[in-house]
């Protein structure tokens, strides 16, 4: 991988726990999602005359995107009732690349080098640190958690596999992302219309600014990812995506005052040396 992609996927990540940060706004995880994604198809929205139209082969994607969006919402926000952030999200993150990677392998011909599959072995096992380490009092992670959370993983895998693929076919990365993201906001407001009717739109109101701050970040952030699935490999794309756990960690100690246990520290060094390999490779 390219240093100029390298940065690219890097800063994606930083975004990525940027908008993860801001929206700390008391809301549940389903709202929070949909104010996110609907943010993030007014700020599209605003973009999409300045690009082309994607080619014909990508809308198939675009939709199968919107729906695997609408199922990686519904167990995310499952997830969060058996679990705490530091368990969900490092699971559900973490468990994405190791089926990307093995998905494109089998059905793309995308051979990774042996170190970027130390790299990618590092990172994920200093997102499973994470996640063990970040549990309340020491609680392990329950079987319905588990469950929940390696099925968000499987929906990340699938739309990240999905989104690089139509990103592909459309020729024009940015202009894919754009509509997706578009499309992804009508959908968002029409599951929640019908999930939990007209009254939710008045509960998002009061957060409007942080939503569209998040959503552009959400968008910029993604972006970044499908235009460097298009010229790297789709496995490490995904991997160095995931370090967006750390520089949350690095954000909650800095920004957010958090304390940084010993455990927490090694989990973050092991995600570094996954780094640190994959751009090696």
Request: charged share 10%; glycine share 10%; hydrophobic share 60%.
């Amino acid at each position: 991988m390219t240093t100029p992609l390298f940065a690219l996927v890097l800063l994606a990540a930083l975004l990525h726990a940027g908008w993860n940060a801001l929206l700390k706004i008391g809301l549940d995880r389903f709202l929070t999602a949909s104010l996110i994604q609907i943010g993030a198809g007014v700020a599209a929205l605003l973009a999409l005359p300045f690009v082309a139209l994607p080619a014909a082969a990508a809308w198939p994607w675009i939709a199968l995107s919107a729906l695997l969006h609408i199922g990686y919402n519904a167990f995310l926000a499952r997830a969060y009732r058996y679990g705490d952030l530091g368990q969900v999200y490092p699971l559900s993150r973490g468990s994405a690349p190791l089926l990307v990677s093995g998905v494109a392998f089998l059905a793309l011909d995308e051979v990774l080098s042996p170190p970027a599959l130390l790299g990618l072995g590092l990172l994920v096992t200093g997102l499973a640190l994470m996640a063990l380490l970040g549990a309340r009092r020491g609680t392990p992670p329950s079987l319905a958690l588990l469950v929940c959370a390696f099925t968000t993983g499987s929906f990340i895998a699938a739309y990240t596999l999905a989104d690089a693929l139509g990103a592909r076919a459309s020729g024009d990365a940015v202009a894919y992302a754009l509509w997706l993201f578009a499309v992804n906001g009508v959908v968002a407001a029409l599951v929640l219309r019908l999930s939990r009717g007209g009254s939710a739109f008045a509960g998002l109101g009061p957060h409007w600014r942080a939503g569209l701050a998040g959503g552009v970040m959400s968008m910029l952030a993604y972006s970044l990812v499908i235009v460097a699935t298009t010229q790297a490999p789709i496995g490490l794309v995904s991997a160095l995506r995931e370090t967006s756990v750390l520089f949350a960690l690095l954000i909650g100690v800095f920004w957010l005052r958090e304390s940084l246990p010993l455990g927490r520290v090694c989990a973050g060094l092991a995600i570094v040396a996954g780094v640190v390999a994959i751009k090696l490779a």
